[in-house]
T-cell receptor, first 116, second 112 residues
Framework: GAVVSQHPSWVICKSGTSVKIECRSLDFQATTMFWYRQFPKQSLMLMATSNEGSKATYEQGVEKDKFLINHASLTLSTLTVTSAHPEDSSFYIC????????????FGSGTRLTVV | GENVEQHPSTLSVQEGDSAVIKCTYSDSASNYFPWYKQELGKGPQLIIDIRSNVGEKKDQRIAVTLNKTAKHFSLHITETQPEDSAVYFCAASTNTGNQFYFGTGTSLTVIP
């Protein structure tokens, strides 16, 4: 089945630094990937839609200059949290859709970001 | 846009009993309804899904029912086991849409 790999699984960084999270589709090509944010005991909130070869589409209220998304190939999308602050601490999850297979989306394993 | 509501938010059952989680949606154009299981610190995993042209789907101990007229769908887990303990999310989507609208989640605890 479709596999989405997300790295790192856990990262701790200092305030003011930037953190890059990678999302890879391992056995399929994904022209579109999605980035979600999840706070403890809450549902997934879509942050942005990452489109291969073009600019990402951000949801209302999500700062595109803070959450930089790059989708340079059909198997890799990256989310960079720039100038991170403690309030950016959260669980970030990506997903992608294998158009040749099942209808549903496959999620990565998530990245726990802690900003200290 | 679509609004998906999920109930209950928490559910505790004795091992071996059944668990039922219910979701409602608002957009009649939604036609695909997956259910995800999320364990602590992990990403959601698809456990079952149903399309709008089907009223019920079953996979071993897990079943999903859909009432398109009433715009609600439910997840049924029979013979629950401790390893079923997790957070479960329902979602709704359309064929052409890229976005899944998630429910607020149900934290299921199966008591041994």
């Amino acid at each position: 089945g479709a596999v989405v790999s997300q790295h790192p699984s856990w990262v701790i960084c200092k305030s003011g630094t930037s953190v890059k999270i990678e999302c890879r589709s391992l056995d399929f090509q994904a022209t579109t990937m999605f980035w979600y944010r999840q706070f403890p005991k809450q549902s997934l909130m879509l942050m942005a839609t990452s489109n291969e070869g073009s600019k990402a589409t951000y949801e209302q209220g999500v700062e595109k200059d803070k959450f930089l998304i790059n989708h340079a190939s059909l198997t890799l999308s990256t989310l960079t949290v720039t100038s991170a602050h403690p309030e950016d601490s959260s669980f970030y999850i990506c997903s992608a859709r294998d158009l040749t297979g099942r209808e549903s989306y496959t999620f990565g394993s998530g990245t726990r970001l802690t900003v200290v | 846009g679509e609004n998906v509501e999920q109930h209950p938010s928490t559910l505790s059952v004795q091992e071996g009993d059944s668990a039922v989680i219910k979701c409602t949606y608002s957009d009649s154009a939604s036609n695909y309804f997956p259910w995800y299981k999320q364990e602590l610190g992990k990403g959601p995993q698809l456990i079952i899904d149903i399309r709008s042209n089907v009223g019920e789907k079953k996979d071993q101990r897990i079943a999903v029912t859909l009432n398109k007229t009433a715009k609600h769908f439910s997840l049924h887990i029979t013979e629950t086991q401790p390893e079923d303990s997790a957070v479960y999310f329902c979602a709704a989507s359309t064929n052409t849409g890229n976005q899944f609208y998630f429910g607020t989640g149900t934290s299921l605890t199966v008591i041994p």
